[in-house]
T-cell receptor
Framework: DQQVKQNSPSLSVQEGRISILNCDYT??????FLWYKKYPAEGPTFLIS?????DKNEDGRFTVFLNKSAKHLSLHIVPSQPGDSAVYFC???????????FGTGTRLTIIP | GAGVSQTPSNKVTEKGKYVELRCDPI?????LYWYRQSLGQGPEFLIY????????DSGLPNDRFFAVRPEGSVSTLKIQRTERGDSAVYLC?????????????FGPGTRLLVL
């Protein structure tokens, strides 16, 4: 049972445009959400997070939106840059539980 | 400062053999996590240490898998009687205390191939 789902395995976006990566979850106990970025042969790198008490968190070019009623979150990157090309993982944790539950990832390719 | 390091970076073994994978967390981090990433999947939780003790080992797939952290720093993941299905990238992460909202910092992983 996949509790965190990233339904788009890949996404291509032109440099300078907005990249939107989506994530859905099924476990209503999740209350903290994270996005990680992964380059080949490296471990995942933390990008941005959001608590369930918020609906938006912004950090520079990266914004995460959370829609609790729809159990959906998205990561917006604007403007997209070639260095943003990587695999992006959505992850979630529930209160009192230390482990992260990851989605299957979306490979983002920024086209120069 | 140094990040999370893992050794070896690659390990090839034969079915039935025993392997040990090592993780050096960020200095001072009391929380340590092991995850496994199979091809085309996201990382999957295996075990979480708080200090020397395993606080949550619910992700270990079976009793062939065992992990230790005897001095609260370095951790070793041990796999007995390896099977081809154990082939994956094994990722280690650490965080300062394991509290909610803390970032888990990942190492580069050990790529295990069981022939």
């Amino acid at each position: 049972d996949q509790q965190v789902k990233q339904n788009s395995p890949s996404l291509s976006v032109q440099e300078g445009r907005i990249s939107i990566l989506n994530c859905d979850y099924t476990n209503s106990m999740f209350d903290y959400f994270l996005w990680y970025k992964k380059y080949p042969a490296e471990g995942p790198t933390f990008l941005i997070s959001i608590s369930s008490i918020k609906d938006k968190n912004e950090d520079g070019r990266f914004t995460v939106f959370l829609n609790k009623s729809a159990k959906h979150l998205s990561l917006h990157i604007v403007p997209s840059q070639p260095g943003d090309s990587a695999v992006y993982f959505c992850a979630a944790r529930d209160f009192g539980n230390e482990k992260l539950t990851f989605g299957t990832g979306t490979r983002l390719t920024i086209i120069p | 400062g140094a990040g999370v390091s893992q050794t070896p970076s690659n390990k090839v073994t034969e079915k039935g053999k025993y392997v040990e994978l090592r993780c050096d967390p960020i200095s001072g981090h009391t929380a340590l996590y092991w995850y496994r990433q199979s091809l085309g999947q996201g990382p999957e939780f295996l075990i979480y240490f708080q200090g020397t003790g395993a606080a949550d080992d619910s992700g270990l797939p079976n009793d062939r898998f065992f992990a230790v952290r005897p001095e609260g720093s370095v951790s070793t993941l041990k796999i007995q009687r390896t099977e081809r299905g154990d082939s994956a990238v094994y990722l280690c992460a650490s965080s300062l205390t394991g509290g909610m909202g803390e970032t888990q910092y990942f190492g580069p992983g050990t790529r295990l191939l069981v022939l």
